[in-house]
């Protein structure tokens, strides 16, 4: 049996999205729930990773002075991005 084709990294066409599909299920063993599980479960992984990245973002954008982000960050007085 030949190697399966890896699916697209991002599906942005029908064909791509059908790639993935079928990618999801069959390392699923062919259990659509478990893949719909699997898919739930990353979803929240990627959501948690994107609160903690914008926090960051949000830390280190605090910690830069205005000169040195040449004005790039609009600040109000009390210095937080509007």
Do not use: K, W
Not at 15 to 22: C, F, G, H, L, T
Not at 49 to 60: C, K, S, V
Not at 63 to 71: E, I
Request: aromatic letters at 4%; a negative charge; glycine letters at 6%.
């Amino acid at each position: 049996m030949p190697a399966a084709a890896e699916p697209p990294r991002y599906a942005r066409t029908a064909v791509d999205i059908e790639v993935a599909v079928d990618h999801t299920i069959r390392a699923c063993d062919g259990d659509a729930r478990a893949a719909v599980r699997a898919l739930i479960v990353a979803i929240g992984l990627h959501e948690d990773m994107i609160e903690t990245l914008q926090r960051e973002l949000a830390e280190a954008t605090a910690a830069l002075s205005q000169g040195f982000t040449r004005g790039r960050f609009h600040r109000n007085r009390d210095g937080h991005e509007e």
